[in-house]
């Protein structure tokens, strides 16, 4: 279960960096303290209080703060956002558009990809 959660420690740096950040992410996302205690269902004392103290909020609220702002938990917390990895070239710009397809499309693009993917392994699986 570790694995799954690695465990990231932080200094009175970090939490002092979190004070600006958290000020920094709400007004880049254009939205007052009252509006996002308003989406995250605080009252904006408690936003206040974040912000002006480097407070990192409860847990509880790091999903919903780093939703209503558009960004990662780990960006919330100062980390940098991470990469995400597409296939490069021809299947990397058909993936993008894929993405953007219709859900029901896009179903009938993986029931069509699954048979080579699966037959893939098999022959890697063998040849091991």
Known sequence: MQAAFPLIEY???????????????????????RELARQI?????????????????????????????????EELLGQSAPKRTRPAGRLGQLFEAAAKLPRRQQQKIVELLEPFVRAQRRSTTKSS
């Open 11 to 33: 200094d009175d740096r970090d939490m002092a960096k979190a004070a600006s950040r958290l000020k920094d992410l709400r007004e880049a996302a254009g939205i007052s303290q």
């Open 41 to 73: 269902g605080e009252n904006p004392s408690n936003v206040q209080f974040w912000e002006s103290t480097g407070k990192i909020p409860r847990s509880d609220m790091l999903l919903p703060i780093a939703t209503a702002l558009g960004v990662t938990i």
